[in-house]
């Protein structure tokens, strides 16, 4: 398999993207860098191998910049490297945010610490000068203790009130087929709603998964029937 052809590809086709559509220019983008994120780590042989070896990404580098111009550096191929890794991990990717915001986000090991700020990003709409501007001030290492959900920050993407059965229900959004762990994640933001949120009228939280594609198995071995899975289609 031809890896840099497809990368080139993939890149070739966002700008053309950008030059016809307006609409969603930023969503294609992410999803760009994702496809060629994941396609570096098949290139250099897996998740493990790659974090040893960058020669590859080097090769590309020089290759696409000849090509394609500006923008394809070592270091912009890497970010993209680790944004496939980050939503790879379980988390939920923005079309709110632009890339330049994951740039900024990637630069940091502490999958909390970027969670905190993409939350922070998408419910105060920052642009990416406020956002590097929190960045700076170390806002998420001066946040007091009482938001933490055991020892890590945790967010729940969606959660809503079912006024017909009188109860809280946590969705869950994942990228990915449906894994044992999704299950253990929502429940414990259930039972962190049943404790700290809902009252003694209330009925018990209801966890939602939406992801990518269903998993019969997982499911079967739930022995939790408060939780419930669906898939999404792109359109």
């Known amino acids: ?67 394609l111009g500006k923008g394809y550096s070592i270091r912009s191929l890497k970010y993209m ?26 630069k940091f090991k502490d999958i909390n610490k970027i969670a905190y700020y993409i939350n922070i990003s998408n419910a105060q709409k920052l642009a990416v000068r406020e956002l590097r501007l929190r960045i700076k001030n170390n806002e998420y290492e001066r946040l007091s203790i009482e938001i933490k959900l055991g020892d890590r920050y ?26 044992t762990e999704h299950i253990g994640q929502i429940k414990k933001y259930m039972n962190y709603i049943d404790k700290n949120v809902k009252n003694i009228e209330q009925e018990n939280t209801i966890g939602i998964i939406i992801c990518k594609k269903d998993n019969a198995f997982v499911m079967e071995y739930c022995s939790d029937s408060r939780i419930f899975n669906t898939m ?3 359109v």
């Open 1 to 67: 398999m031809n890896y840099y052809n497809q990368i080139k590809e993939e890149l070739v086709n966002n700008q053309i993207y950008k030059k016809v559509k307006d609409y969603s220019k930023n969503k294609n983008d992410l999803n760009t860098y994702y496809n060629v994120g994941k396609l570096l780590i098949e290139a250099q042989g897996g998740e493990k191998r790659a974090k040893y070896g960058d020669s590859l990404i080097k090769e590309y580098s020089k290759k696409l910049t000849k090509e």
């Open 81 to 106: 490297r680790n944004f496939y890794l980050f939503i790879q991990k379980g988390q939920t990717m923005s079309a709110q945010l632009t890339w330049s915001h994951y740039v900024e986000l990637l």
């Open 154 to 179: 945790n967010y729940i993407d969606l959660l809503l009130f079912n006024y017909k059965y009188n109860c809280f229900v946590v969705i869950e959004l994942k990228v990915t087929e449906l894994k």
């Open 232 to 234: 999404y289609n792109l």
